[in-house]
């Protein structure tokens, strides 16, 4: 035996609880090769009367989208951030948002079964990840703002910002929602993204008040993000017509309040308001319709890949 | 229902309840499920022992490890019937942790969570790093420095004591 193994059974009498439980432990202990679990197993998942379903799960799609690309943007920053810290920071915000969007896409599914991608017969991939990995860029329902290429650090900051501002105010809204799967889902994303919002606002402000370079980085990074900010308050049919029904939420109706904590957050930094032009939509149709940038396609195409290539795969 | 059968059913049902109690958490090992406050309820509905459990994030991963070790331990103990329930209402607080499970928590080496706060009316933004007022779990001293409000674990912040110089991990308020 090399010298420098432990060698487990000569522990000190007060070795650590986790040595039992993480170093000597039977394969149950481990998520690989555990069955994937239906994130709503055992939630009530009926739709409230006078709620049309195809509308709800068009809608459920939207949030989870929005949180499912978020997510996969910043979990590629894993071993590339600035620092150990801000490494884990990023991917604990992306598993969070990977748990919301996992209960959102299984609630969209459970609402209206249509919308889930046909597998072959007998595929075990269940709803929820044949909505994540084998829709096409058409199908899918998020902004554009989450899509685009992460940039440096300060752009992802700057778009950070702007996304978790939006969605909290979003989600504080939700929380009141008809449906008691989206009601839930908005109360505890309520408690994750105050975290994510706080983290945002303060390396905005650490930036914006900090080098030369920083600062460049920084204006330069909200400027390039800013064209996909509009979009976020522009109403789509699904969140219309949810919202009528009381179980969704228009977000033209958070503007104002998102522009009072962005105004918060640029003053203190000293940064202004850009002056950027809102990017267009093709014939009217953004992200919400199915409509994306180029970036997508290439996110999506290394997002999906090895699910895609093994449709009868089990996980 | 005999007499005899119902104090067969209850003695069952606190059987179960007391395994259940004492399933630990897969990534805190020295809290069972109950310490945590993510055992939520355990009742038997016809032949079905019917266990409910919360997640403490969206994204937890070891909701799957739970699940599996509580239908494990309780077939192991005599239940054949187990269904695992998720309950998303109300969302898991930092404040469920029960008094045994914080002193769990600082005997491992593990700052345990204040107050957690609560909302009334919009979420204040806050710009300013968080203060906590806490002692480090290891040598009691109160001069310690927050690394970061992300850890190793969704639940957990990073500080360091500034006294003895070792980090350690802080449950967060949620």
Known sequence: ?315 | MTIEYKTELAGSLSRARSVAASVTDPEMPMLTLEDLGVLRDVEIVGDTMIVTITPTYSGCPAMATMRDDLVHRLRDAGFADVEVRVSLHPAWSSDWITPRGREALAEHGISPPGAAPHHAGPVVLSLLPIRRTLDCPRCGSSDVALTSEFGPTACKALYRCVSCLEPFEHVKEI
């Not at chain 1, 919002?197 to 303060?202: I, S, T």
């Open chain 1, 1 to 315: 035996m090399d010298m420098n193994t432990p060698d487990p059974s000569h522990l000190p009498d007060d070795a650590s609880v986790y040595d039992e439980g993480l170093l000597v432990s039977d394969d149950s202990q481990w998520a690989f090769g555990t069955d994937f679990e239906d994130p709503l197993a055992g939630v009530d998942t009926t739709v409230p009367d006078g709620v049309d379903t195809h509308e709800l799960a068009i809608y459920c799609l939207m949030l989870a989208d929005d949180a499912l690309v978020m997510s996969h943007r910043l979990s590629q920053w894993c071993s590339n951030a600035p620092d150990l810290e801000e490494d884990i920071a990023l991917a604990n915000i992306a598993l969070d948002l990977l748990g919301q969007a996992r209960l959102l896409l299984a609630r969209a599914a459970a609402a209206d079964p249509s919308v889930v991608p046909a597998l072959p017969d007998g595929s075990p991939v269940p709803p929820e990840d044949a909505l994540a990995f084998f829709r096409g860029d058409r199908e899918f329902r998020n902004v554009r703002l989450v899509e685009a290429d992460n940039g440096d650090f300060a752009m992802t900051i700057a778009r950070l910002l702007l996304f978790s501002t939006w969605r909290l105010a979003l989600f504080e809204r939700l929380a009141a929602s008809r449906d008691h799967v989206l009601s839930a889902v908005a109360v505890k994303g309520v408690k994750e993204m105050t975290y994510h919002r706080d983290y945002a606002g303060r390396w905005f402000l650490t930036l914006a008040r900090g080098t030369d370079e920083s600062r460049r980085r920084l204006v330069a990074g909200l400027e390039a993000t800013w064209p996909l900010h509009a979009e976020l308050f522009t109403t789509h049919r699904a969140e219309l017509v949810t919202s009528e029904s009381g179980v969704g939420v228009d977000p033209a109706a958070v503007a104002d309040e998102v522009d009072v904590l962005l105004e918060q957050v640029f003053s203190m930094s000293g940064v202004d308001r850009p002056e950027v032009a809102p990017l267009a939509g093709v014939r009217g149709e953004t992200g919400r319709d199915g409509l994306h940038t180029e970036a997508f396609s290439r996110l999506l195409a290394e997002m999906q890949v090895v699910a895609r290539a093994h449709p009868m795969g089990s996980w």
